[in-house]
Structures are given as structure tokens and as C-alpha cells.
């Protein structure tokens, strides 16, 4: 289980999100408070669109809280689209590549949760990728499995309909194979303008998902920033309540231009 | 503050004692329980003796939790005397030569704790350091810099009075810029047959210190392993309070071929 | 291309081959002589057997001419076979899960060479790894994928025999998907007994492999070790020729206790 | 030895002058030309000036010519006054705390060259850096304590004159020492829209240092970029003799918004 941040909206300083406020993400790494794992420190990683449509990734295997590069790149650059994990590892090795976000070409992904019984789908996994995609499978973990099977679902025509098929895939494998583990699913994916957010679990018990804007927020952590802004994240950055909707499970948010709207998610078998 | 543990008796794998316990040293980097810092995630260390005189070395800045190389090491090497440390920085950055424990030829020294106002009196207690001993400084801990002076001050052939004239060393320097804060000292230091442990605070709060047999530890936690021998740990390995003595505070444990002595450890200013 | 070495012999310490001769191992990750590539900077490993029956493992990413961890180590451990990889990655990324040597139960498995065309059937290659090996799959070179496919393939019971199977299913891939770049092998496979050596390529060059005595080579440098040794080699550790035998292409050479036979290595297909 | 660059100019993205040539500063880190140390794979750093004061700083320890993040941030940053390294350590350990360029507030601080007899004066050039300076000593290196000792000397209101006194300090403290080998200095300094670069050695073998236009080199490589542009660097971009001009030895270049002046530098004692 790891810990997230989306944020799109006038573009601001990373650190302002990362590293101010008193429960940052990068706080977050350190002592999470909604999540069995409190540790997020098996890696960090950040994604963020700039003036190229490329966007640009840092990802290290350091603990998040103790990483000056981190700190240095976060202050200094301007975003208007940014995504940012701290990672808990669920099995697989701390290396960079397991570090999240998973970029292609202009898209962004990232993810918290866990596929019940990983180890035992993990082949088969691999093996629904097209082989296209699967060239830049560069880890081993199952939320970049999950990324490159999104892409090869139309990810980058309908990112709905494509995480719909990709968590009905995983359902079906897991069943196939007698796992009993739930599947839980916390993804963001962005294209620089637009970002979408899924919160799922085949129990009843989904990774938490927060939204709110980032402006109020920093507003009341006195600092300035945002501006028709959207904040998605695992758990809130304060203590104010009217701050931070929880995201309802089994479903799918959709961020365009400062736009929320919400629909149901429902796996999708084709 | 950090977690260590130092163990003296037969030879045993390293593993024995830093993986296979509920609570070892490897969980205690993630949660230890008698530290304001449960988090212990910023470089490790082990130093062993074996076949040489000089003892080796393996310090890395990825959290204990987490490292392959230290889990393959710990089991392939046995050693009867042998130093494992686990790192919360209290400032100074996460490098390798920032991690425990620190070596001088068949020396071994490991701290946990704080000289209050480091910063401060960084620069003179420097420049206490005799030059050849200065040569090897390769970090910029406090505790780097307190085995020095200790070697400047004739550790290799009086560790309790090196180690008091150390102690008088940074507690005058700390007075003189008017430092408030505590000095806290917790250090063990080893020549590959005799082991020191001192306690010590100018406060009343100096770090937990628990003396033991691995032995009885690890027959409690069903495993074989050690034989005429001591171990000195942070915190225990077990809840099992008879296997455990707190070591008092101002004093300092000596251990030699099993036989464990102790006595009062007062600073002497020279 | 990397550099790599393999003894079987005599217990001595790692240091003494790896570090200590003129033209050592850590040398050649500095300047190989008899590479395109003399620069073999993208991390190293070592495996090593000891007392217990699976091998040690210690692998990293930064260049071995520089790693502290790596030194001392090596000069602490003695072995009676060991392999040790320097490498020069041909287009995977820098991780541990991408060094050498690659370790299953008791084996242990390096590489120098490359599959052309690698990407294009990098896909397929990983589908034929039976999935209890694929579970195992770390990283992603060419490497690891041919030591799965070897196991896949009866190494455990056949080395000989599932390297040519391997190789022979690496050459029906390549030429199904139109690739015309050679694949070329130089491979080590052990399980802490016996050592097997392939040098093979698909064109008429296949990467240098020596064989030669450790204590040979270790007289002329003025050193002591070995005894009933073999030493196998990307390249001699002096330039002493009598001291280095180059081993034939399409050969696989086996070490058993000190014997050294030799027989033609000719891909099967199956 | 080391190689780097320092780029004065319209503000262009990092990758342009770091990736894209065919002798690039990375391809250099690889395989320099024009220094004994052809590879510089000990670890690597940029800082650059964006939209605050206080220039970034990205520094690791991996070989730069293979390290993702380093090539996703340059693609990504740009700037109108950059620094960037590539280390070849002359002795001190491969960490972040030891990588170039240096940082103080607005300052950035980069090296190539060795002190001669080093190890003998360390401790004494530590002492005469001010306290203040002295706080900020992160790694070990000759080159850091250049820097503060620099500051020391009233580098924020004189750089040339605080060289000229810091080099002489050093001269003076090898002569007090007896050391033999030669101090051999290339700096850079920028305080964000002024940049200084100093070539000099106490014996006829100063490194390499010259001076030509980025836009002008790119140009030749079939790149756009640069304009009213200066470009100091270890060695040239490429082969084109008119894009470059070697540097005179015991000079001091000063370039201000595009303009280059050059002036005898001549160490000061004081």
C-alpha cells in the first residue's frame, strides 16, 4: 500500500503540495494515518507536464522524507498537471522501475492497492499485454502490469472503458486461479489535460481516496497556490473536514479544466 | 536515534539474529517500539569479525527492511562478534559514510543518540581530532566525529577513559556555546574480542540500553544459536522480561569471553 | 558485453582475484582490453558458496571500481567457488535485478554476450519460461531470460543440454521474427560442485573466454592461493601466455574438482 | 579529473547541450579525450538557475551516461545559466555529498583538477573555513572546502579576488606540508547571471579549459539553441576548431550577459 497525490489546476510548485503543508505526501511517507502500512519508504516518484508534451519522471529508491534531490527538483518546478507516489512494497524489489508513475508517451499512471494473489497471475498477466506495450514493461511489479494492460485496452481512446476491461481481466484471472485475496485499486491517469481516478475493490474495502482543492487546503495551511484546482489523494493533507471528500467506492472521478464529475465503475468482461 | 545490536559468543550466522526473531533488528527499522523515532529507515550497517584482524564492513542507505544484499549476507556469514546498526538520521544526511558502524583498523564503534546542538559545536569538536585520525573522517555525523576524539583521546588502549574524556570533550564545548539541549550517548566499540557498551546522558533521559543472552532469546523464539554469549541491543528481541536487564544509566559494560562486568561511567575532563 | 570470472578450487578470498592481481576483475570494469566496450561500469555481482547449500548473493548497481561495500566483502570471504560479473549494460536499465550472477535454489548463472534483436522477441522468450521459474523473474535482460528458459529446459539435471535447447529455441525466435544481428554467448552456470562454461555465437564471433589456473596466475603476480584450481575467464588476468588457454568456439567446457574436459556445444532443437 | 560545462544564454532546455551532441558532456563522462581519466562514471550533477533565486541541484552517485532521471530532468529544464559535472573521483568516496556543482544560497561552485597531497592538508584547510561556511560541509572532497574556503574569503562581493586568496592559501599550506604534486585548478562560479571560470596550476599542466558559443556548436551538430550564448567547457563539443578557443592558462574569464573578458589570475597571499 502506498500513498498519492493528483493535482491539476494553475500551475504551482511541487513542493508547495509535496512538502509544506503538515501532513504532505512527503509526511505522508514517513507516518501515513490511513493505511495498515504506516512506512511508505520503499521508493518515491514524481510525473509532471511541463512545456514539452512529454511529461517529465523522477523516480528513486530512497525513502521520500530523506531525498534532497527530491526536494530540490520540487522546488523548482511549476506545474500545471502532477502526479506523486511514496510506495510501500507489497513483494516486489525496491528498484526504480517498480517506482510509480509508469509513463507512456504523454500519459501518466499510478496506482495503490494490490492484486490478490499476484504471484500466481503474474504470467498470465504479462501474457495479455500487447507486445508493443509489453517492450516497455520495465519492473515487475502488478500496477505497471496494470498500465501497460489499461494501454492495450484503449487506455489512450477511452481510460474508463479500458481500466474497466483491465480490472475485469485481472477478476477473471484471479478466479481462474482460485484466489481468494481481494483485489483493491486505487489508479490515477492523466494525459496532461485531463485526469481520471478509480477507487475499487472486489471487497468492501477499497483503498481511501480524497478529493478536494488544493487551494483551500493551502489556505488554511497558510500558504498561497492553485486556482481552479483539483486535489486527488490517498488520504487528506489536514484535519479540516469540509476540505476533503471521500470518493465513493466503485467508482471513476473525472478532473477537466477544474471539472469533477463522477460516475459508477464497473468491471467490464469482453 | 537509531537501533543496534552488538553480539559476543559463538560463532553464528548473522541472520540469526538481525531476520529470524519476531522483533529483530530488521523489524525494528520499521517499527521499533522504545524509540521516539519508530521509523529506523536511513542506512544500516553490520561490521563482523571473522577470519582476519580487521573486521569487515557493509553499510548501505536503502532501509534494512528492504535490502537483498543484507539478507544474503547476514546468512552466508558466521562471526562471533559482530555489529548491526539501523539508521534514523537526527539532520545529518543518509550516505553511506554517515551509517555504523565506523571502523579504524580492528576497531569497530557504533553510536545511537545526540549531541544536543550539534551544529553548533561541529567545527571544534573537529578540530579536537588528531590530524591522522582526522585523515579517515569520511562523514559528517556526530557520532563519526565522537570516535575519533575517542581515538585521539587512547581508545585502542583505555576505551572507558577514552570515552570519558570524550564525553567531558563535547559536554564542555556544548557549554561553552551555551548548548541546553542533552548530550545522549549510547555507543558500543569492539576490537574483535572484548566489547564496551556505555550509557550515558547529561539529562536524565539517556537512550534505552538492554543487556542479554541470545542464547535464551533465541531458544524462546525456537531457534538454536550462541553459547557462552552476550547480547547488547537497543531494545529487546522478545517480550520475555526475564531475558532482559536494563543497563543502567552512567555506566559502562564490559564484555569478555561471556563474562560481563560493569561499572559507573563518569566524564573526566583532562 | 561485461566481464566476468569464475574459480573453482581451493578455498581463498574473493579479494585475491578481484581485487589484488594487476589486470584483475576491478580493473577490467575500469579498462577491459579485449572488448568493444572497455568501460563494464553498470554494476556488478558476486555469488559465492559457503557453508550453506544455496550460494551467496551481492549484487549492485554503482561501478565496482568504487564500491567500499564490494572490497570488503571480497576480503573477508573465502570460497571454493565463486563467479563474480562486472557489467556493461546493452541496453537495459542499471538495477540489481539486472546484475549478475542470477541465482535459482542452489544454481547460480552469468552471462556476457547479447541476443540480437533482443526486443523484438523479448516477449515470446519470456513465454516459454515455465511459470514456477517466471515467478522469478526480476529484472529485464536477455540474461535472466535465458537462465529460466535453461531451468525450464532441465538445467537442474542436463546443464549441457538445456543450454543447447536454449540456445537452439533463442535462434528459431530471432529467425522468426527477421533478425539478422548474431547471438552471442558466453555463459557460466554452477551449482557450488561442478562449473559449466559455453562459448558459442551464431556468427564467427563469439565473445573471448579463457581458462587457466588461479594459481598460475596468482605466482606470477607475486601472490599466494588457489590449489586444484581452474579459473575461467572473459580475459586473462596477466600477460603471461602460457598461464591462459583460449577456450574453443561452440565448446562447453566442464570443471569438476580441478578436472577440466572439454566437448562441442551444438545448439538442439526439441 | 572531471569533465563539465557551464552555459551561459537564452534559456534552452539541459538535454541540448548535455544529451544531444555527438560529444556531449555524457558521451564524455564515457570517454573523454582530453584527460588521462577517460571515464568519469563516479556519480554526476547539474544546477541550474530557474525562477528563483536559489539555483536547483540534482546530484548522484551512478554513472551519468546511464542514469534515466538525469536525462528526463534535463529534457525537461530549462535554463538561462546551467552547470553540469561528471566526476572522476581522485580519491575521495563515490557520494552524493561529494558530487558537483556545490551549492550556497545563490552560488554554485564546480571543480576539475586535484590538490596535491590532499590527504596531508585536509584538516588544515578545514580550519581556515569560517564556522559560518563550515556548517554547510556535507561530503570530503578538495573541491567543497575550495568553495567555503572561497565564501571564507569574500567570494559573494570578489570572486576573482577570493580565488586568488583561497589558491594561495592552498599553495601556501602544501608548501608548509613539503607536498611535491602540483595544485591543478578549473573552476566555474555563477551567481545566476554572472559566471567565472578560473584556469590555473602551480606547474605547466593546468586541466583543459575552453571557451566557445552553444549556439554555434549546435548549429554544426544540426541543432537550434542558444543565442547571445557563452559556453565554458573541459573539453569541446565537437571537432571544429573554429567553435573553440583553449583558455589561457592563469586566467581568470568573466562573461556577463553574452560579454566575455579575461584577465591575468595570480594567486594572492594575504
Not at 525513502?63 to 534532497?68: G, K, L, Q, S
Not at 491517469?189 to 468492501?204: F, T
Not at 481511501?208 to 490517498?234: C, F, K, P, Q
Request: glycine content about 8%; proline content about 5%; hydrophobic content about 40%.
Amino acid at each position: 500500500m502506498c500513498r498519492w497525490l493528483a493535482y491539476s489546476g494553475s500551475p504551482i510548485f511541487l513542493s508547495r503540495l509535496l512538502f509544506e503543508p503538515e501532513h504532505s505526501l512527503i509526511v505522508q511517507s514517513l507516518r501515513a494515518r490511513q493505511s495498515v502500512f504506516p512506512t511508505n519508504g520503499d521508493g518515491f516518484g514524481v510525473g509532471w507536464y511541463g512545456s514539452r508534451s512529454e511529461p517529465g519522471l523522477f523516480r528513486d529508491v530512497l525513502p521520500a522524507w530523506n531525498d534532497d534531490n527530491l526536494q530540490s527538483i520540487a522546488e523548482q518546478i511549476e506545474s500545471h498537471l502532477f502526479l506523486a507516489h511514496v510506495r510501500a512494497s507489497t513483494g516486489t524489489a525496491t528498484a526504480r522501475a517498480n517506482c510509480h508513475p509508469f509513463r507512456w508517451g504523454e500519459w501518466l499512471f499510478m496506482h495503490n492497492g494490490a492484486i490478490g494473489g499476484y504471484e500466481q497471475i503474474r504470467r498470465e498477466l504479462d501474457l495479455l499485454i500487447d507486445p508493443d506495450f509489453y517492450l516497455n514493461r520495465r519492473g515487475t511489479t502488478d500496477s505497471e502490469a496494470m498500465f501497460y494492460l489499461a494501454l492495450t485496452h484503449g487506455l489512450e481512446t477511452d481510460v474508463p472503458g479500458a481500466l474497466a476491461r483491465t480490472v475485469s481481466d485481472i477478476e477473471r484471472l484471479m478466479k481462474e486461479k482460485g484466489v481468494t485475496a481481494p483485489l483493491r485499486v486505487s489508479v490515477v491517469v492523466s494525459d496532461s489535460r485531463r485526469l481520471w481516478a478509480v477507487r475499487y475493490a472486489s471487497d468492501d474495502a477499497p483503498p481511501t481516496m480524497y478529493i478536494g482543492r488544493a487551494s483551500a487546503a493551502l489556505y488554511y495551511a497558510g500558504l498561497e497556490g492553485g486556482g481552479n484546482d483539483v486535489l486527488v489523494m490517498s488520504e487528506p493533507l489536514d484535519d479540516v473536514d469540509d476540505n476533503w471528500q471521500l470518493v465513493e467506492s466503485a467508482s471513476v472521478v473525472t478532473v477537466i479544466d477544474g471539472d469533477v464529475t463522477s460516475s459508477a465503475f464497473v468491471p467490464v468482461s469482453h
